[in-house]
C-alpha cells in the first residue's frame, strides 16, 4: 500500500483515531485485511452436535411473491414464511419473516441460506427499519455446566458494546426502536452478578437456578425464556436479539460463527478468567450508556476476537464486519492489526 494511498484512506478518521493507528501501524496487516475475501464459506467448523436457528425478517417485498417463489424450490420448503413483521400498503402485504428448521453446521444450511437470500434480493426485499437479525442457539452449547453459563454473562457484561457494533452488519447503527425490542442487558446482568457475590452464593447454583435469576423479557439483548434441561432438545435455546436485520447470506452466517465461537469459548479450557474478572473490577455504568454503543473500541474488539477465535480467518471475518470492510458494507475503514494463531 503506498503512502499516498494511506494517507487518503487517514482521512476518513478523526485525528484522534489515526493517532492511535500510527501507535503500531503495520502496513501489511491493513493490506491483508483489507484485500481478504469476505464470502459465504462452506463449513465453520463448529461442532457437529451444536444446533442453531435463523430469523430472517424483511420488508418491502410482497408477501405473496416471497411464498411463491420458496414454494418452487423443494429444497428449502421446510423453511417457514410467516407474517410478522409484515404490514398492509394499499391492500397488499408487504414484508415478513422466514424461519429456519434446526440447522447445523454444513453445506447445506449454507447454500440453502444462500438460495433464501438470493430470492429475498431479487424480489425487492429490505432489512432496514422495523428487522432484526434473531439467531436461537440450542442451549447444548453449554448443556448443564453452570460455570460455562456464568462465564459467557461476564464475557457479554464487560464486552456488550462491541457485540451490539459488530451485530449492526453492514450499517454502523442500530436499527431504530432496537432498546424497546432488544435492548442492552449488560447493566442488568452486571448487578445480578455483583449481588449473588455479596452473598457468596454464585458458585454455589446449579445452572437452571442461575438461568432462572437471569431471565429477564423476551425484548431485550438475549431471551433466556426458552431455556431447559439441556436433555430436552426441542425448542429449547437461547436467542440473541440484538444483531440488526440482513437479508446478506455472508452477515448472517458471520453472525452465527461470531455467537457459537462466543459461547465455545465460555467453556473451554482458554477461558481467560483473569481478563475477564480484571474488566469486571473496572466496569463502569456510565460506559455503559446506550448512546455509546456507537463508538468504535478497536482495542476491545481485538482483544475480544483474540479471546474467542482460535484461527485467523475468524478473526478476520469479525473485523472486517465490526470495522465495516468490504463490498458490502457502506465504508471500508482503514485500522492496524495483529493477528495471533491461537487463544490468548
Known amino acids: 500500500m503506498s503512502y499516498l494511498l494511506l494517507k487518503i484512506n487517514m482521512l476518513r478518521y478523526s485525528l484522534k483515531l489515526v493517532k492511535k493507528m500510527l501507535q503500531n501501524l503495520n502496513i501489511h496487516e491493513i493490506k491483508e485485511l483489507d484485500q481478504a475475501p469476505f464470502t459465504l464459506r462452506n463449513t465453520l467448523n463448529i461442532p ?7 430469523e430472517i425478517e424483511f420488508e418491502e417485498a410482497m408477501y405473496n411473491i416471497i411464498q411463491l417463489r420458496l414454494n418452487e424450490i423443494r429444497e428449502i420448503r421446510k423453511w417457514q414464511l410467516t407474517i ?39 424480489n425487492r426485499a429490505q432489512a432496514n427499519f422495523q428487522s432484526g437479525g434473531h ?12 460455570q460455562s453459563w456464568i462465564n459467557f454473562v461476564k464475557i457479554w457484561i464487560v464486552y456488550e458494546k462491541v457485540i451490539f457494533k459488530f451485530g449492526y452488519g453492514i450499517k454502523k447503527e442500530p436499527r431504530p426502536f432496537i432498546e424497546t425490542t432488544a435492548g442492552p442487558i449488560s447493566l442488568q446482568l ?3 452478578i455483583n449481588k449473588q457475590n455479596q452473598l457468596k452464593e454464585l458458585n454455589k447454583l446449579d445452572y ?25 432438545k426441542k425448542d429449547n435455546t437461547v436467542e440473541l436479539r440484538s444483531p440488526n436485520g440482513s437479508i446478506e447470506e455472508i452477515i448472517i452466517q458471520n453472525n452465527i460463527n461470531f455467537f457459537s465461537k462466543l459461547f465455545l469459548y465460555c467453556k473451554s479450557k482458554q477461558f481467560n478468567y483473569d481478563k475477564i474478572e480484571q474488566k469486571m473490577a473496572l466496569y463502569d455504568q456510565k460506559a455503559y450508556e446506550f448512546k455509546r454503543y456507537n463508538e468504535e473500541n478497536l482495542e476491545e474488539a481485538l482483544e475480544l476476537s483474540e479471546m474467542i477465535f482460535d484461527n485467523k480467518l475468524d478473526k478476520m471475518y469479525f473485523l472486517k464486519q465490526y470495522l465495516k470492510m468490504g463490498s458490502c458494507f457502506h465504508d471500508k475503514p482503514v485500522q492496524k492489526f495483529t493477528f495471533n494463531s491461537t487463544h490468548s
Open 48 to 54: 457437529s452436535h451444536i444446533s442453531f436457528g435463523i
Open 84 to 122: 410478522d413483521n409484515s404490514i398492509y400498503n394499499n391492500n397488499l402485504l408487504l414484508g415478513g419473516e422466514i424461519i429456519s428448521p434446526i440447522c447445523y453446521d454444513e453445506k447445506k444450511t449454507w447454500q440453502e441460506l444462500k438460495t433464501i437470500c438470493t430470492i429475498l434480493k431479487n
Open 135 to 146: 439467531i436461537h442457539l440450542g442451549s447444548q452449547i453449554l448443556g448443564n455446566d453452570v
Open 190 to 192: 452486571h448487578y445480578i
Open 208 to 232: 437452571l437456578t442461575f438461568i432462572d435469576l437471569i431471565k429477564n423479557k423476551k425484548h431485550q439483548a438475549i431471551n433466556f425464556n426458552n431455556i431447559n434441561d439441556y436433555k430436552i
